[in-house]
């Protein structure tokens, strides 16, 4: 599964909006990651990683 398939997967039934919130980006950077058409900075990494609950490594490099 690619990253962008695996971000669709954890945000479930929030909204883009609600989760860009939760981690401090905006809604057009989180569309962008789960497009694929961008990759987070290592910070935003971390950022979306805590937000969900997993490591950095089981989102962006499992």
Known sequence: ???N???REL???QTQMEVAA???ITK???AMYERG????R???KKR??????????EIFFA
């Open 1 to 3: 599964m690619s990253v």
């Open 5 to 7: 398939q695996k971000l």
């Open 11 to 13: 945000r479930g039934n």
């Open 22 to 24: 939760g981690i401090g």
């Open 28 to 30: 057009s950077s989180w």
């Open 37 to 40: 058409e961008r990759v987070p």
């Open 42 to 44: 290592d910070e935003v």
């Open 48 to 57: 979306i990683a805590a937000y969900f609950g997993k490591t950095v490594q």
